[in-house]
């Protein structure tokens, strides 16, 4: 199996979506990326994982009582 090498990219939307899944504050996102507001951040980066690990462990678990 070839190992994956992470992109600039991928890694700078993981950041912010772990630090605003663990409750940073968006303002304080924002600066520690590099944007002068939070328009962006909110815009484009901000993702939240845990919403989506649950949906998808809910589809499973809904597949697998079958």
Do not use: C
């Amino acid at each position: 199996m070839p190992a994956y090498y992470w992109t600039p990219r991928e890694m700078r939307h993981s950041f912010v979506s772990l630090l605003s899944d663990s409750g940073v504050p968006l303002e304080d996102i924002a600066r520690l990326v590099g944007h002068s507001g939070t328009a962006v951040t909110e815009a484009v980066y901000r993702k939240r994982i845990r919403p989506v690990l649950l949906q998808g462990a809910a589809a499973m678990d809904d597949l697998f009582a079958r």
